[in-house]
Nanobody, 122 residues
Framework: VQLQASGGGLVQAGGSLRLSCAAS????????MAWFRQSLGKEREFVAA???????YYSDSVKGRFAISRDNAKDTVYLQMNSLKPEDTAVYYC?????????????????WGQGTLVTVSS
């Protein structure tokens, strides 16, 4: 599976951005799709995931502000980011997995996109 992330950019605090991640595989609907992020000097962390059977999972830091969704007909997953904060500044990566649990763990994701930079100014 090849993943292509896009949609990053510079936004002021309180603003919104929508990230997209297009997948190459026709069996996209059977995969767990997730977003992770990595800020300077920190480890890559889980942001959100949408499972193959319609579940949604979020980290506490983005719950209520971010929304993950998927369009299986377009083989694309989205991350709508609202009420952005400077601490949301990071490179955002989309990832895909055939796992059926442990969606928050990086180790279950075999496929990664190239990352897209989100910068939130104060």
């Amino acid at each position: 599976v090849q993943l292509q992330a896009s949609g990053g950019g510079l936004v002021q605090a309180g603003g919104s951005l929508r990230l997209s991640c297009a997948a190459s595989r026709r069996t996209f609907g059977t995969y767990v799709m997730a977003w992770f992020r990595q800020s300077l000097g920190k480890e890559r962390e889980f942001v959100a995931a949408t499972s193959w059977n319609g579940g949604f999972y979020y980290s506490d830091s983005v719950k209520g502000r971010f929304a993950i969704s998927r369009d299986n007909a377009k083989d694309t997953v989205y991350l709508q980011m609202n009420s952005l904060k400077p601490e949301d500044t990071a490179v955002y990566y989309c990832a895909a997995s055939e796992a059926r649990d442990r969606y928050e763990q990086r180790s279950v994701y075999a496929y990664w996109g190239q990352g897209t930079l989100v910068t939130v100014s104060s």
